[in-house]
């Protein structure tokens, strides 16, 4: 029923939905639309109507497929769609609870070739280099308030995991009140108390970050990819989500797909909800989509959205 939900859900979706085929209620129907056991009683409708396409979707596997009736009507021009390849078109990312291991191994995505990489490496040293010099009166400003805002050092190192597994430390401003973390590692929540009055309003604009791009040109991350987690948290993951370890066959990023796309997340929900849209990213990864992705996160700062 996901696909069921982005379509009518979605206030942009372009689909609509006509009829379901299959021999119980959906669980999501919310205009009541038709549900038939079977497309005959459709045939003619179908055709009239002008249907764009169907979507084949099995809740139940071991149910069978109408082959005859999908190739009579792709014949006659409706297109024929699997239903987890419509959800990543429309969506933008992919379902994780329903693929298998086949098909990212026969996909034709999921593959970084040598000129790609080095590609990727080139503008991420170049874009990194001239954002530094643009932001330099800000990261100078930011660190001068930290010092006087509250003691404590400016810049916070953390460790995160990166590319092949490593462990590297991320800088970031400090954004929260000197040993935050004496107590254990958590994930930030919303109105989190330890974060100082400055430490909000960077983290909104995300100037926190910026200390980010030397990581980018020390070759510990990109400009985009998926955000790196830390080990601790790492560890719970790989163990509760499918392919989960598979965002650590590049390098993280400053920014991505997952972070423009989904609001700040502090849950393995959320992690969940958010490695959809990382592994889109991996099975589409190129420059043309990082500079898409980098120009969605300056309309994320420029509104000041997702920090937390």
Known sequence: MDIAREVEGRHDSPYRIFAFIGRKEPDYN?????????????HDELLEKKVDRII?????????????????????????????SFFEKLTGKIMVERIDPSSIIFSDGFSVNRAQAFGKRFFDITLSLLLLTLSLPVIGLSALIIKLETPGPVLYSQERVGKG????NVLKFRSMVQDAEKDGAV?????????????????????????QLFNVLRGEMSLVGPRPERPIFVERLKKTIPFYDIRHD??????????????????????LRKLEYDLYYLKHISISFDLMLIFKTVKTVLFAKGGR
């Not at 590049?250 to 992690?271: F, K, L, W």
Request: proline share 6%; hydrophobic share 35%; net charge positive.
């Open 250 to 271: 590049v390098r993280p990023g400053v920014t991505g797909c997952a972070q423009v796309s989904y609001p700040y997340g502090a849950s393995e929900e959320d992690a």
């Open 187 to 211: 994930w930030a929540t919303t109105n989190d108390c330890r974060v100082t009055r400055f430490g909000g309003f960077i983290r909104k604009v995300r100037i926190d970050e910026l200390p």
């Open 30 to 42: 919310p205009r009541r639309v038709m549900v038939h056991e079977g497309f005959e009683p459709l």
């Open 165 to 168: 597994r490593r462990v590297f």
């Open 56 to 84: 084949v979707a099995l809740d139940d596997r071991r149910g069978g497929t109408p082959i005859q009736d999908l190739l009579n009507y792709k014949l006659q021009g409706i297109a024929v769609e699997q239903g987890l």
